[in-house]
């Protein structure tokens, strides 16, 4: 049973292009997050997706905007990039119970340059 | 709002000897805290949370709500334990379950 995957693993943009970055569950799960890890920190959380409809987000700006389809999957795309927002994304899933457990994919690798 | 801090970013001990992860955490509500651990080259996985009361790869983790802390502890470190330590609250708000982590802890045991 594969894990939770993302692509790409590694990107390089410019300033202020933009950048789609794409995550698949667990087979069965139905909640999707993304998180934003910055070198040296902790990730932290951006959106949260539940049967195709956000449930939460996190403290980021407009520029960073998600969905996520009828097969579960999801896509961050983030429009205007920074040199800040080079960090790792991570996308994780769980099947949206409460205390179930939250799976995480390898993440992508976002460079700005 | 709620908050994770690990003092530690650095810790390196002897194989064999007691390790002890710092967590402590703010939160208004009732926490719900678990580590994740990422290994080199590999993604973050979760190694225990409070609620299971378990022992993992010889780990335990106390939640101490007097003290609002949520240590990580092992008794005789292994090399293999050398990891990228998180620890992490979950919260809940409005219909969304967000974890919130800590800077992480790299834990390094020595030969």
């Known amino acids: 049973d594969a894990g939770v995957t993302q692509s790409p693993t590694h990107l390089i943009k410019t300033r202020g292009q933009h950048v789609t970055l794409r995550c698949s569950p667990i087979s069965g799960h139905k909640s999707v997050s993304w998180y934003q890890q910055v070198l040296g920190q902790g990730p932290q959380f951006i959106f949260q997706y539940y049967e195709k409809e956000e449930r939460g987000r996190g403290n980021f700006p407009d520029r960073f905007s998600a969905r996520q389809f009828p097969n579960y999957s999801s896509e961050l795309n983030v429009n205007a990039l920074l040199l800040g927002d080079s960090a790792l994304y991570l996308c994780?899933?769980?099947?949206?119970?409460?205390?179930?457990?939250?799976?995480f994919g390898e993440g992508s690798w976002l460079t700005v340059v | 709002a709620q908050r994770v801090t690990q003092p530690e970013k650095l810790l390196s001990v002897f194989k064999g000897a007691p390790v002890e992860l710092k967590c402590n955490y703010s939160y208004s509500g009732s926490p719900e805290l678990f580590w994740y651990v990422q290994y080199s080259r590999q993604r973050l996985q979760l190694l225990l949370r409070?609620?299971s009361r378990e022992s993992i790869k010889g780990f335990t983790a106390d939640l101490n709500k007097g003290e609002t802390s949520f240590h990580l502890k092992k008794p005789f470190a292994q090399e293999e334990d050398s990891a990228m330590y998180y620890c992490?609250?979950?919260?809940?708000?409005?219909?969304?379950?967000?974890?919130?982590f800590g800077s992480g802890t790299q834990l390094t045991v020595l030969p």
């Open positions: 409070h609620i």
């Open positions: 992490a609250l979950r919260s809940v708000s409005g219909s969304a379950r967000q974890l919130t």
């Open positions: 994780a899933s769980t099947d949206g119970s409460s205390g179930n457990t939250i799976y």
